[in-house]
């Protein structure tokens, strides 16, 4: 596995938005979730859905990208957080 570019075979293809989430769905109060919806963009290194799933359910829009995405074009966004998901291995 050394010198294996793991996450090239997990990342996705293109950017895209994760949809809405339903924050009754995962037992989110309302005063658990953000005040104003954030905007936070998440490189893709092999990342579960799940995590995606609950920052958008706590009140975060998210923009996914693959890890091959400069990191001028994340900041480009002006996010309010940026995530980093775990790598595959």
């Known amino acids: 596995m050394e010198g294996s570019d793991l996450v ?6 293109q950017a895209f938005d994760w949809p809405e989430e339903d924050p009754g769905q995962f037992g989110i109060e ?3 979730r953000a005040k ?6 998440a490189y893709d ?3 579960k859905w799940n995590i995606m799933r609950r920052l ?6 998210v923009r996914v990208y693959p890890a091959t ?3 001028s074009e994340l900041l ?3 996010p309010d957080g940026i ?5 595959p291995g």
Not at 8 to 13: I, M, N, P
């Open 83 to 87: 995530f980093l998901s775990k790598w």
């Open 8 to 13: 090239r075979g997990v990342t996705c293809e």
């Open 45 to 47: 290194f092999g990342m």
């Open 76 to 78: 480009a966004s002006n």
């Open 30 to 32: 309302p005063g658990q």
């Open 36 to 41: 104003r919806r954030l905007k936070i963009a």
């Open 69 to 71: 995405t400069p990191a």
């Open 56 to 61: 958008s359910a706590h009140g975060c829009d």
